[in-house]
């Protein structure tokens, strides 16, 4: 007489994950289509959505009488702005695992400027995925992508890395405790002062023989983050929901980018989850979040403040130690950490801590400043 072994819930997680790690090492090192591209034609009205999407007042970006007078000889796009033609993130296989996402880090290199009448093309390729176990035996899944982004004359403009963490979901078992922040009004008005005098280098020049490794560079502050910054931030990188018929069929065909509503059991974009505190709760997350690529948008104008007109950022890392929550606010700063006088390159580390002290953001940045 045979004898049937029902499998333990935990046990039929792991194979269902063991079917879509399989499925997704195949995929390394060859183009992943997720989504088609966003934005590809770049005009100086989708530079200053962007900008406004992402919190960046850096007249370069949005003032064409100011812009004309630089080295540019007219507006260019913030650096991140690449990514509203395309993430630089893949989920791997498409899957019925339970797993939950989180962007780790995001890291670009810049090659050119993105200017208006350029039009946008990508191509995203799965470099590489490795698995490891945290402390608690988690499953950890790291998908690794590289997108290379190019001009109308196929020239590269830039290429970005990207690392998305694949975590076994066990129920709703809550990844982090949260507390929302409550702000004072005298809390309210420090925050406006700070905004109201953010730096700006903008046309003065900073000659890198003038940077002292070890000094500090202006901070600045973003957040209270809210429901507005991510409807803002999805508004500046494109169309990235589709209701009703149209999104659910479009769903149907890829359902790695969907999660289900925990009332209605409707399949929704993955996106949503940022926008929905029951969606984050599905995932384990107390409230709404941000992500990597939310990240490093908001942490690109620090350097670019500093640089001013004259400087380019050529290289951008941003690591995501832990997310940001609905009301936190998050001070980035950074430090100069290396400098060259004969090539004008100079390294800083970044960090971004948010107000109760922890750090949520690590990462490095390179920047090309003019010589005496």
Do not use: C
């Amino acid at each position: 007489m045979s004898t049937v072994v029902e499998q333990s819930p935990m046990e039929e997680v792991d194979r269902r994950i063991d079917q879509w790690v399989e499925a997704t090492k195949k995929l390394t090192g060859t183009i992943v289509e997720e989504r088609k591209p966003w934005l590809e034609n770049i005009s100086e009205e989708n530079i200053r959505h962007f900008a406004q999407g992402t919190d960046d007042q850096n007249p370069l970006w949005l003032d064409p009488a100011v812009a004309a007078k630089t080295r540019w000889g007219g507006i260019i796009a913030p650096p991140a702005m690449v990514f509203a033609n395309r993430y630089p993130i893949l989920h791997g296989a498409p899957m019925v695992a339970p797993l939950a996402s989180l962007i780790g880090g995001v890291e670009a290199e810049f090659n050119q400027p993105v200017r208006p009448g350029d039009r946008l093309s990508s191509e995203p390729r799965q470099k590489d995925f490795y698995e490891k176990r945290n402390k608690e035996g988690r499953r950890l899944n790291f998908v690794i992508s590289e997108v290379t982004y190019r001009n109308q004359k196929s020239e590269p403009v830039a290429t970005a890395r990207g690392t998305m963490i694949m975590a076994t979901q066990v129920g709703l078992q809550k990844m982090m405790e949260h507390t929302t922040p409550r702000y004072s009004d005298a809390d309210l008005k420090r925050l406006e002062t700070t905004w109201r005098n953010e730096f700006r280098r903008g046309s003065a020049t900073l000659y890198a023989e003038d940077v002292t490794v070890g000094s500090a560079i202006p901070e600045i502050v973003r957040g209270p983050f809210t429901i507005g910054d991510l409807v803002a931030w999805n508004a500046a990188i494109g169309p990235s929901y589709k209701a009703g018929s149209w999104g659910y069929l479009e769903l149907s065909k890829a359902m790695h980018s969907a999660m289900f509503n925990p009332v209605t059991n409707f399949p929704v974009k993955y996106s949503q989850q940022h926008e929905d505190f029951q969606l984050a709760a599905g995932r384990g997350m107390p409230a709404p979040f941000d992500n990597g690529v939310m990240r490093f948008a908001w942490t690109a104008p620090l350097i670019t403040n500093w640089m001013g007109f004259d400087g380019w950022l050529r290289r951008l890392n941003v690591t995501v130690r832990r997310p940001g929550l609905y009301g936190d606010l998050t001070t980035y700063s950074a430090q100069v950490t290396e400098k060259n006088d004969a090539t004008g390159v100079v390294k800083l580390k970044i960090s971004g801590r948010q107000q109760d002290g922890s750090e949520t953001t690590g990462g490095e940045a390179e920047v090309v400043l003019p010589r005496k």
